[in-house]
T-cell receptor, first 114, second 115 residues
Framework: NAGVTQTPKFRILKIGQSMTLQCTQD?????MYWYRQDPGMGLKLIYY???????DKGEVPNGYNVSRSTTEDFPLRLELAAPSQTSVYFC?????????????FGPGTRLTVL | AQKITQTQPGMFVQEKEAVTLDCTYD???????LFWYKQPSSGEMIFLIY??????QNATEGRYSLNFQKARKSANLVISASQLGDSAMYFC????????????FGQGTELSVKP
């Protein structure tokens, strides 16, 4: 059971380039989330999904897009990368929305935009 | 709007002593959950403890306990018998039970355990 996996671990982009951050979970969780963590800060929600085919914006969605075609995968697309998108990106999943159904986090992707 | 506040950017504690990390929250939702996560220098997010808004008793998980004071809207984390491996960033987070499971995080407290 790998849990939540993310690729790549590190990436450097030039301004204006695009890329997709991959996220896969093998726990059959319906709920998946993308967060970003800027240096010295807590995590902020970018997008989330409550099931295949259903996504919604979080707190900081500008500059990003997501899709959820399967239960397992929730890729995050960065279009026209900007220095403000330099951050660590975490993907997470959870079984439910109540009680002790906590979110399980992937190891993160460290992205630098130069 | 929901908000989590952690007012201690950094804390020091002597090994084997107890330490309290503060967390206050603001929400108008009657049903919510409060979480604490640990983030060591390696970067991963590790779930520590959960408290539900309707739970009558404070949550405990091994050396971690959550001092939940609902009227004061506080959910402080208590770590007993600190160990060197407890040195890390600690984040308090809140989830409203009717908003898609989204977590709202505080800014974190960096805990350093001294030998």
């Amino acid at each position: 059971n790998a849990g939540v996996t993310q690729t790549p671990k590190f990436r450097i982009l030039k301004i204006g380039q695009s890329m997709t951050l991959q996220c896969t979970q093998d726990m059959n969780h319906n709920y998946m989330y993308w967060y970003r963590q800027d240096p010295g800060m807590g995590l902020k929600l970018i997008y989330y999904s409550v099931g295949a085919g259903i996504t919604d914006k979080g707190e900081v969605p500008n500059g990003y897009n997501v899709s959820r075609s399967t239960t397992e995968d929730f890729p995050l697309r960065l279009e026209l990368a900007a220095p403000s998108q330099t951050s660590v990106y975490f993907c997470a999943s959870s079984r439910g929305l109540a009680g002790v159904d906590t979110q399980y986090f992937g190891p993160g992707t460290r992205l630098t935009v130069l | 709007a929901q908000k989590i506040t952690q007012t201690q950017p950094g804390m020091f504690v002597q090994e084997k002593e107890a330490v309290t990390l503060d967390c206050t929250y603001d929400t108008s939702d009657p049903s919510y959950g409060l979480f604490w996560y640990k983030q060591p220098s390696s970067g991963e997010m590790i779930f520590l403890i959960y408290q539900g808004s309707y739970d009558q008793q404070n949550a405990t998980e091994g050396r971690y306990s959550l001092n939940f004071q609902k009227a004061r809207k506080s959910a402080n984390l208590v770590i007993s018998a600190s160990q060197l491996g407890d040195s890390a960033m600690y984040f308090c987070a809140m989830r409203a039970d009717n908003q898609g499971g989204k977590l709202i995080f505080g800014q974190g407290t960096e805990l350093s355990v001294k030998p």
